[in-house]
């Protein structure tokens, strides 16, 4: 069993920043890669960032440049610093992991966090 946990969500004004966080705890036997999704209202979800396990990182071009995605590999946590927030921005934020719960695993399994919500207010 695999849990992930997010914190950090709230209210933040247009122009703020806020920091999410999301530690993975369980059945854990290596991390391929986290990352960050996100649901507004009415949309579907959509990717973030992602970090893979060697820490290459992905972002959606919306928020390049404002948001860092960043891993803290010993405590199985990732963490999404988000910086010059915009009401679009507004959303219920997710994470997830692609790992493997023991040696003899090869394909890794994903789980998601049940979120956190994030509100831009203008």
């Known amino acids: 069993q695999v849990q992930l946990v997010e914190s950090g969500g709230g209210l933040v004004q247009a122009g703020g920043s806020q920091r999410l966080s999301c530690a993975a705890s369980?059945?854990?036997?290596?991390?391929?890669?986290m990352g960050w999704y996100r649901q507004a209202p009415g949309k579907q979800r959509e990717l973030v960032a992602t970090?893979?396990?060697?820490?290459?990182?992905n972002y959606a071009d919306s928020v390049k440049g404002r948001f860092t995605i960043s891993r803290d590999n010993a405590k199985n946590t990732v963490y999404l610093q988000m910086n010059s927030l915009k009401p679009e921005d507004t959303a219920v934020y997710y994470c997830?992991?692609?790992?493997?719960?023991?040696?003899?695993?090869?394909?890794?399994?994903?789980?998601w966090g049940q979120g956190t919500q994030v509100t831009v207010s203008s």
């Open positions: 997830n992991a692609a790992l493997l719960s023991s040696h003899t695993q090869i394909i890794p399994i994903v789980y």
């Open positions: 970090m893979s396990n060697g820490g290459r990182t």
């Open positions: 369980g059945s854990i036997f290596s991390i391929n890669s």
